[in-house]
């Protein structure tokens, strides 16, 4: 359904002063992956990671530096106009973190949900009215509301509409930008709750990014860990949240506040926080406490560790028969 | 156990174009010394409202009724700035506005020495060295002289941290201090807070939506909802035992990355705050409601041994 | 119009706001009640010159022997027409380019702003003299170069407002819709820069009145006999020492109309800046 190719996203930027040197931000480095129709993947990583950019670059709204992307495989790269809204805009939609700013504040919701249909082709306004109504009682929201404003609205029913939206135009794949952190605990579960139900329904494909993984236990089938624009750790939710295999990854799950009062509070392993380093090797090397002067010419690529699992680190062999 | 903090009867209402906002209503709670006190709550609780009127830092709008008592003393308008940066610190959820963009970290450090401790400033920059390698900023000398912009998010926390240990307060308020943060660094601010706060005995005020961290760092749990209390309790009481619907619903709502357990939402959204309700502020909500819902408002009462639960439910129980 | 709803709870507005319109009513009814028509078109009566203020000419009379109350009353339409023209045309212009230097970002934004600069490099002053020298004096001209400095103004506005609606989600989401940028701008840009647009036109109404009126009284605006502020103080000035009433009530006039136009724009910027929102509405 969609397939990634050896994706790349540099941002220039330029040095300190008037002339200062060019120099790259590795956004997104090679990344290759694919997923399947009805699958459902998050991808996981802390800010910087190039997890928001990846998604946008697959619906467009950020341009490769190279690479493909392919729909339906077609390759999608670069497309503007008719074709854009025929191969990419019908296919897949988004749903962003903060509903406050995804939902322009001066339109009512009807006119917010319809956008993307009357993008695509005029439609009277009689079906228009029947598809929002329907849209809403789907999301879980009173038709009534349709002529309301988003500020009229909690952030729970903003984001609501916003799925809606996205819903509007029967995508096979919703790219889901951390929809959920903006929102409060009870109403976060709400929202998972209706994304869970939704895929059902609408047989739909989700890529989720997010940073929390209680969230990606409960909505994800596989995972892709980022770290510095690189995938580290690719395998199904259960298994990578368990078993760990990239030492980044075993980070992140030594990082997880679980709620339960029996868990002790223990040491953080200390890992300095360093400069983004995007030299040659491991980008993890750094802050890893297993690096050696193999991981400075690693050039990351994916081992497969086991059936369906893959892991961007050459020690992940020999750490496991340590920690074993 | 002395009390440090005593909110008696307090109150807060905004007044607003569109009607008086009831910020807080009737709240009764202490924070004792040494201990860790966590303010749970979702958005538009209070909970933040409540921390800043301990040091006195509402907006104009606001008027108060009750009491709030700092080490026995009645806080008011005069003695609150005896208090505020000196007594009480506070460590804000977003550390880039926390800090002046224009100063080193140096020169802002050495501020915050002399304004509390009346000392010249040669005394208090040698005292620097030793308060960043506390918040575990070893790279003495680059801190020193850099910009608040030249430093991660991170480490301007550790900065904020550090200028509040300046004040030896007596009372560490932290409003969301790593909801800005990553989790890799979340876990090790939170951690040096915990680790700071045995080693020192000051009491926190830890004010958060995330159970998580509640469930690891606090000593005692307040649970707030639209500006009431409903709950208090010590943690392991609380999480085992939760009495409050509201409470029980946070907890089902709380994700768990080690199981797969679908939470279990609450139905609808916070009521709104402006006029006044009689009867339960969660009855709206609630799944056991019952007919004193509407027409009581259950006070917050001792059900169980320093657990305390504002619910017509527990009522029969009460001591 | 919320912005408006809004103002009318504030005292300074409701007040500025009565002023502004009195003056736009008087300027829209002016052929009907000015006590003196003709004279007011600029007819001479020789017989009654420089008589000082009285009933029958409340604010006496000038050199000409006009009922200045009735010159002044037209000349309210003159300052109006022309503030309103300056500031509606150089929204005209100024708006598209910076929705679209905003918007667009990049090599648009570069070449639109820098043709921007260049305008806004003029001296006003200099470019009316040069305007009246080739194109001729008058009203016309006068409006022409006024809309010719000011819309980079607006241009540098709205751009500021497009660039930072433009990274809002809502506009990407219009995007990942497929929506064309066309309509983007349209329906998501351009709403967005209303308010502080109107802001801006409203305190530039007052500085609009103010530089028409410089340019009048400069000889390079409206010509005699046509009634103006400007053109009337100018005219005034001579007989200011021994018949003060001349310049002086078209002063005064123009004095309040601007200041209401600045305070009502004051307020319009504090209610739109949520910052400052509260303070005015508390």
């Known amino acids: 359904m969609v397939e990634v190719k050896k994706l790349k996203k540099y941002f220039v930027l330029r040095g300190k002063g008037l002339w200062g040197k060019k120099y790259f931000v590795k956004a997104v480095d090679d990344v290759s992956f694919f997923v399947k129709e009805g699958q459902s993947i998050a991808i996981v990583g802390e800010s910087g990671s190039g997890k928001s950019t990846l998604i946008r670059c697959i619906n467009g709204l950020v341009k490769p530096t190279s690479g493909q992307v392919f729909l339906d495989g077609e390759s999608v790269v670069g497309l503007k106009g008719n074709e854009y809204k025929e191969k990419v805009a019908k296919k897949v939609q988004m749903v962003f973190q903060d509903p406050t700013t995804s939902l322009n504040p001066r339109l009512r919701v009807f006119d917010i949900i319809v956008e993307p249909v009357l993008a695509q082709q005029r439609v009277p306004k009689a079906q228009l009215v029947d598809l929002v109504n329907d849209l809403l009682r789907k999301v879980g929201l009173d038709p009534k509301l349709s002529d309301r404003y988003p500020g009229e609205l909690s ?80 395998g199904p939710t259960e298994e990578v949240i368990d078993q760990p295999l990239h030492p980044y990854t075993k980070l992140l799950i030594e990082s997880i506040f679980y709620p339960d009062p029996n868990v002790e509070m223990k040491k953080p392993a200390i890992v300095e926080e360093v400069e983004t380093t995007m030299n040659a090797g491991c980008r993890f090397k750094s802050r890893c406490p297993f690096s050696t002067k193999e991981c400075e010419i690693y050039d990351m690529k994916p081992l497969e560790a086991s059936r369906d699992r893959y892991v961007s680190c050459i020690k992940w062999e020999v750490m496991e028969r340590w920690s074993s | 156990m002395n009390e440090l903090v005593k909110f008696e009867n307090y109150s807060l209402t905004f007044k607003t174009l569109y009607g ?69 610190a506070i460590v804000f959820q977003d550390p880039t506005s926390s800090l002046n963009p224009l ?74 201090p790593t909801t800005a943060l990553d989790v890799t660094v979340q876990r090790q601010i939170l951690y040096l807070i915990w680790e700071l706060q045995r080693a020192r005995k000051f009491s926190v005020l830890f004010i958060t939506h995330d159970l998580g961290i509640v469930a690891q760092l606090a000593d005692r749990v307040v649970v707030m909802y639209a500006g009431n209390i409903v709950e208090m309790a010590p943690k392991k ?35 709104s705050l402006t006029g006044l309700l009689d009867g339960c502020i969660f009855r709206e909500r609630c799944g056991r409601v019952q007919n004193d819902c509407g027409i009581l408002t259950p006070e917050l009462a001792e059900v169980r041994p320093s657990h305390f639960v504002a619910c017509h439910l527990w009522r029969e129980q009460r001591g | 119009m919320k912005l408006v709803r809004l103002a009318l709870k504030n005292r300074l507005a409701k007040f500025s706001l009565t002023i502004v319109s009195i003056f736009a009513l008087l300027a829209l009814i002016a052929p009907w009640i000015v006590p003196y028509k003709e004279q007011a078109l600029g007819e001479p009566n020789m017989a009654e010159r420089l008589l000082s203020p009285s009933l029958r000419h409340p604010f006496g009379t000038d050199h000409m022997g006009r009922d200045i109350l009735s010159r002044m009353i037209y000349g309210a339409r003159t300052s109006l027409f022309t503030a309103v023209s300056v500031v509606f045309l150089s929204a005209l212009i100024g708006v598209p380019i910076g929705i679209a230097a905003g918007y667009f970002g990049g090599l648009v934004d570069n070449v639109l702003m820098r043709f921007t600069d260049v305008f806004l490099s003029f001296p006003p002053l200099l470019l009316a003299l040069l305007i009246a020298s080739t194109l001729g004096k008058g009203l016309f001209n006068a409006i022409l170069a006024l809309v010719i400095t000011w819309w980079p103004w607006y241009a540098r506005l709205v751009r500021s407002q497009a660039l930072s609606t433009k990274s809002l989600a809502y506009v990407e989401a219009a995007r990942a819709a497929g929506v064309s940028n066309f309509m983007i701008m349209f329906r998501h840009i351009l709403p967005s820069c209303i308010a502080p647009l109107a802001v801006q036109c409203t305190m530039d109404m007052g500085s609009a009145i103010l530089e028409a009126a410089a340019l009048s009284f400069l000889g390079l605006g409206v010509q005699p006999p046509m009634p103006d502020w400007g053109l009337m103080i100018s005219e005034g000035k001579a007989y200011f020492l021994n018949y003060w009433w001349v310049p002086t009530f078209p002063g005064l006039f123009m004095l309040v109309l601007v200041m209401s136009f600045n305070l009502l724009g004051d307020v319009f910027r504090e209610l739109v800046d949520p910052r400052l929102r509260r303070r005015m509405l508390i």
């Open chain 1, 155 to 234: 952030g729970g029913q903003c984001q609501r509409v916003a799925i809606a939206r996205a819903l509007s135009v029967r995508p096979k794949v919703l790219l889901l930008d951390e929809p959920t952190s903006s929102l409060d605990v009870s109403v976060q579960a709400q929202v998972l709750k209706l994304l869970n139900e939704l895929r059902q329904t609408f047989h739909l494909t989700y890529i989720f990014v997010s940073h929390d993984l209680g969230v990606v236990r409960n909505v994800a089938e596989r995972v892709f860990v980022m770290y510095l624009g690189r995938i580290v750790e690719i």
């Open chain 2, 20 to 88: 008086d906002v009831r910020a807080l209503r009737n709240l009764s709670f202490t924070i004792n010394s040494g201990e860790i006190v966590a303010l749970v709550g979702e958005t538009g609780c209070g909970k933040t409202v409540t921390a800043l009127s301990i040091i006195g830092l509402l907006p104009e709008n606001a008027s108060q009724t009750g009491k709030i008592f700092f080490k026995g003393v009645e806080v008011n308008h005069e003695n609150v700035k005896r208090i505020r940066g000196k007594e009480v």
């Open chain 2, 237 to 271: 009481e609380l999480f085992s035992n939760p009495l409050h619907p509201y409470t029980s619903g946070l907890l089902n709502c709380a994700l768990d990355p080690r199981k797969k357990k679908l939470p279990e939402p609450i139905p609808g959204s916070l009521p």
């Open chain 2, 103 to 176: 100063y080193s970290i140096e020169q802002q450090l050495v501020d915050v020495f002399v304004s509390r401790w009346d000392i010249p400033k040669s005394e208090a920059k040698e005292k620097i060295d030793g308060l960043l390698r506390q918040v575990q900023l070893f790279d003495v000398d680059r801190i020193r002289r850099a910009y608040p912009h030249e430093l991660s998010g991170g480490m301007r926390q550790r900065v904020m941290i550090a200028m509040a240990l300046a004040c030896e307060p007596s009372l560490l308020i932290a409003d969301e």
